[in-house]
């Protein structure tokens, strides 16, 4: 049997996603922990009461890009008409 016990979710404000999480959907905080040596990583988790095993990463999508990911988040050129 498969079990996932962790989920992945790029989010733009990993604050209003906390909030959102465990104000609105009552997840609890699993971890919040900031590591300066790797710039503006967070590393947060959320996860439904009762449930240890399972937890939801929103993860700031600027976190984990580089210049040259596929996950760049920068739009290509925009074409005139013609």
């Known amino acids: 049997m498969i079990r996932i016990s ?9 604050d209003e996603a906390l909030a959102f999480y465990t ?23 959320v996860g439904p009461p009762g449930q240890d095993d399972v937890s939801i990463v929103p993860s700031r999508s600027s976190s984990w890009r580089s210049p040259a990911s596929p996950c760049s988040t920068t739009r290509p050129p925009s074409r005139s008409a013609t």
Request: hydrophobic share 45%; charged share 25%; net charge negative.
């Open 6 to 14: 962790t989920a992945q979710l790029w989010v733009h404000d990993q």
């Open 23 to 45: 104000d609105k959907l009552g997840m609890e905080l699993r971890a919040d922990v900031s590591f300066p040596e790797m710039g503006s990583f967070r590393w947060l988790t």
